[in-house]
């Protein structure tokens, strides 16, 4: 159980396009979802807690007009990098809390990361 | 302020031989303490946690970790390391801050080399 999956694993764009991201929790619901940001040897940052039905909260320094977030459904948050640029080159990792545990200290539950190139 | 701290970034030990892997930890009130495990390429795998109860946790793939509440410690542990063990453990604790969505503040992360 608890399994978040995330699409594509991969992705290669040219500057100036939008990539989406999906994440998904395949057997749970999810009113929580997080997206993270990791480069290289690094640890991760947080960038933003989508909300399932509300606007995304964002961390400082993080712009919510480039890294949209939507939060569709308690299974389903995607994020769309707008306008892409090389810097945004990074790996993205999304969580997820069960909605089920939300009254308690749960885990995250974390997708297993899409690789972002923009050339 | 809250914060987790691991103060090495590698930490390098002899397959068969025990592991610890150092966190501390900064947090108002109680705290809830994870430690995560990143193999190469992949997102983060939940080995245990820390709510209450006994301060000596059991975890996946045979990890345990140590909860003092007087030292601020949450270092993980393994009795005999193996090869495949080699990864990037994170150590996060929750933020207890009102409205923060519970969201986990994270270590910077400490790179486990087992060497055969």
């Known amino acids: 159980g608890a399994v978040v999956s995330q699409h594509p694993s991969w992705v290669i764009c040219k500057s100036g396009t939008s990539v989406k991201i999906e994440c998904r929790s395949l057997d749970f619901q999810a009113t929580t979802m997080f997206w993270y940001r990791q480069f290289p040897k690094q640890s991760l940052m947080l960038m933003a807690t989508s909300n399932e039905g509300s606007k995304a909260t964002y961390e400082q320094g993080v712009e919510k007009d480039k890294f949209l977030i939507n939060h569709a459904s308690l299974t389903l948050s995607t994020l769309t990098v707008t306008s892409a640029h090389p810097e945004d080159s990074s790996f993205y990792i999304c969580s997820a809390r069960d909605q089920a545990l939300a009254g308690g200290p749960s885990e995250q539950f974390f997708g297993p990361g899409t690789r972002l190139t923009v050339l | 302020a809250q914060s987790v701290a691991q103060p090495e970034d590698q930490v390098n030990v002899a397959e068969g031989n025990p592991l610890t892997v150092k966190c501390t930890y900064s947090?108002?009130?109680?705290?809830?303490l994870f430690w995560y495990v990143q193999y190469p390429n992949r997102g983060l795998q939940f080995l245990l946690k820390y709510i209450t109860g006994d301060n000596l946790v059991k975890g996946s793939y045979g990890f345990e970790a140590e909860f003092n509440k007087s030292q601020t410690s949450f270092h993980l542990k393994k009795p005999s390391a193996l090869v495949s063990d080699s990864a990037l453990y994170f150590c996060?604790?929750?933020?207890?801050?009102?409205?923060?969505?519970?969201?986990?503040?994270w270590g910077l992360g400490t790179s486990l080399a087992v060497n055969p």
């Open positions: 947090v108002s009130g109680n705290p809830y």
């Open positions: 996060a604790v929750r933020d207890m801050r009102a409205g923060n969505n519970r969201k986990l503040i």
